[in-house]
């Protein structure tokens, strides 16, 4: 098992935010009422994992 590696606040950042533009332009055309919320909130979560598997590898 690797060691967890402390967050790096900035790369956590930009991927998060990367993450949720993506999920709200998605949403957004998808043209459903909700939608956009429920994928920027998919999306910021997805981000946060991401993050934390980049910095574990």
């Keep these: 098992m690797m060691p967890i590696k402390p967050f790096n606040g900035l790369e956590a950042a930009i991927c998060t935010i990367a993450m949720a533009v993506v999920g709200y332009l998605v949403g957004s055309l998808l043209a459903i009422p909700g939608a956009g ?3 920027f909130a998919i999306a910021t979560m997805g981000g946060f994992l991401l993050s934390a598997i980049h910095r574990n590898q």
């Design 37 to 39: 919320a429920v994928v």
